[in-house]
């Protein structure tokens, strides 16, 4: 009976003391240290406008549906763009029902960017990503979008341009992805310009 308090008791220690340290300890240091090395990132990446007011995350496409922003990628996340539901469309490339929605985009692409029917249009603008909440669009797409977007809000296309460049990031580490323009922070940073020339 001696053993078995004494065991009884060992294993509750030990309980209590992993509790305390992976429970508690662990977390908050990790906690600690994200705060301390990259707090941005650990607070979700969020994206401020002029005010200060959060209009979203860096990391998470939203929807722009004016002319006189650029476009993300089509969702096929819940209703679009819905981070509770993140995900493709699971269609596959002999799908009919992924084949007419491609067909029905690349039109409506082509009709809003006022392109020529037969005109190339970027795989990104007409296809969802895997989790249908990309933020980034493809430099080519945004170039295509750019001169909509300067003729609706009245600015030189070379200032949009130039935005759409200082928003191109590289790939990663050099070799890994593509580059991409993040939507969310250049519509932001179209809103602080002034609205005519």
């Given at each position: 009976?001696?053993?078995?308090?004494?065991?009884?008791?060992?294993?509750?220690?030990?309980?209590?003391?992993?509790?305390?340290?992976?429970?508690?300890?662990?977390?908050?240091?990790?906690?600690?240290?994200?705060?301390?090395?990259?707090?941005?990132?650990?607070?979700?990446?969020?994206?401020?406008?002029?005010t200060g007011a959060v209009r979203g995350?860096?990391?998470?496409?939203?929807?722009?549906?004016?002319?006189?922003?650029?476009?993300?990628?089509?969702?096929?996340?819940?209703?679009?763009?819905?981070?509770?539901?993140?995900?493709?469309?699971?269609?596959?490339?002999?799908?009919?029902?992924?084949?007419?929605?491609?067909?029905?985009?690349?039109?409506?692409?082509?009709?809003?960017?006022?392109?020529?029917?037969?005109?190339?249009?970027?795989?990104?603008?007409?296809?969802?990503?895997?989790?249908?909440?990309?933020?980034?669009?493809?430099?080519?797409?945004?170039r295509i979008q750019a001169t909509r977007?300067?003729?609706?809000?009245?600015?030189?296309?070379?200032?949009?341009?130039?935005?759409?460049?200082?928003?191109?990031?590289?790939?990663?580490?050099?070799?890994?992805?593509?580059?991409?323009?993040?939507?969310?922070l250049l519509n932001r940073d179209l809103?602080?310009?002034?609205?005519?020339?």
């Amino acid at each position: 009976m001696k053993t078995l308090l004494l065991e009884l008791r060992t294993s509750l220690l030990l309980t209590l003391v992993l509790a305390l340290l992976l429970c508690g300890a662990y977390p908050l240091l990790v906690w600690g240290g994200a705060q301390l090395l990259f707090p941005a990132q650990a607070n979700g990446s969020l994206v401020t406008d002029a005010t200060g007011a959060v209009r979203g995350s860096a990391l998470l496409a939203q929807n722009f549906t004016s002319d006189k922003y650029f476009q993300p990628r089509p969702s096929a996340a819940g209703t679009g763009y819905d981070a509770a539901n993140s995900s493709g469309t699971n269609l596959g490339p002999t799908s009919k029902k992924l084949a007419d929605a491609v067909q029905a985009a690349v039109a409506a692409y082509r009709a809003s960017n006022r392109l020529a029917a037969d005109a190339p249009v970027p795989a990104d603008a007409v296809t969802s990503s895997g989790s249908g909440l990309d933020p980034h669009i493809s430099p080519a797409n945004a170039r295509i979008q750019a001169t909509r977007v300067a003729r609706t809000r009245g600015l030189p296309i070379e200032r949009v341009n130039a935005l759409v460049t200082a928003h191109t990031t590289g790939r990663d580490l050099g070799v890994l992805g593509e580059p991409g323009v993040n939507v969310l922070l250049l519509n932001r940073d179209l809103d602080a310009l002034p609205a005519r020339r």
